[in-house]
């Protein structure tokens, strides 16, 4: 069975750093992966997908998510957080080819000036 | 291009009123899905469409019933609401290449 764990429930970061947030998953085969970003009181937008081609993968945003089977880790970084990052993310692994998806509890990120 | 709208945005429902949760896609995709969103537990799937006429049960279906009218539109009924049930409700699309694409969201309270 696939799942999906968000290690972080909250991240701080101050404006102009890095931003890390991570994710390992479980999976009988390579799942195709995602992270998926909410801002407050709004719906949800893709930052991008991993379908088995590269293994790293840039999204919007700035935004980049490694895929290491070996480690069976997805993790989303940034290299400098802007004030407009401040939302929470979701890691998302598809569970078949119908797109059910199960949900990471989501890490909240803060950032700080 | 609207993409996926929801209606309403808000509602207060006593125990065991009933009501339902619209939704609507201008983007012609088959496949629809409704999730909850609960504090501390992402989005859990309550039914999905994967094409017009045909619907299946997700994670937590218990108390909901859904309905694919047409192509466009995938409603989601409380039959008999429950303090259970206060939650944000998504509708999404999918699209070609897995993506899904989520309305604002349907914010529901049970008293």
């Known amino acids: 069975a696939q799942s999906v764990t968000q290690l972080d429930s909250h991240v701080s970061v101050s404006e102009g750093t890095p931003v890390l947030l991570r994710c390992n998953y479980s999976?009988?085969?390579?799942?195709?992966l995602f992270w998926y970003v909410q801002h407050p009181n709004k719906g949800l937008q893709l930052l991008l997908k991993y379908t088995s081609a590269a293994t790293l993968v840039k999204g919007i945003n700035g935004f980049e998510a490694e895929f290491k089977k070996s480690e069976t880790s997805f993790h989303l970084t940034k290299p400098s957080a802007h004030m407009s990052d401040a939302a929470e993310y979701f890691c998302v692994v598809s569970l078949d080819s119908w797109g059910k998806l199960q949900f990471g509890a989501g890490t909240q990120v803060v950032v700080t000036p | 291009n609207a993409g996926v709208t929801q209606t309403p945005k808000f509602q207060v429902l006593k125990t065991g009123q009933s009501m339902t949760l619209q939704c609507a896609q201008d983007?012609?995709?088959?496949?629809m899905y409704w999730y909850r969103q609960d504090p501390g537990m992402g989005l859990r799937l309550i039914y999905y469409s994967a094409s017009e006429g045909t619907t299946d049960k997700g994670e937590v279906p218990n108390g909901y019933n859904v309905s694919r009218l047409n192509k466009r539109e995938f409603s989601l009924r409380l039959e008999s609401a429950a303090p259970s049930q206060t939650s944000v409700y998504f509708c999404?699309?999918?699209?070609?290449?897995?993506?899904?694409?989520f309305g604002p969201g349907t914010r529901l309270t049970v008293t």
């Open positions: 983007m012609n995709h088959n496949s």
């Open positions: 999976s009988s085969y390579s799942p195709s």
């Open positions: 999404a699309t999918r699209d070609s290449l897995e993506e899904q694409y």
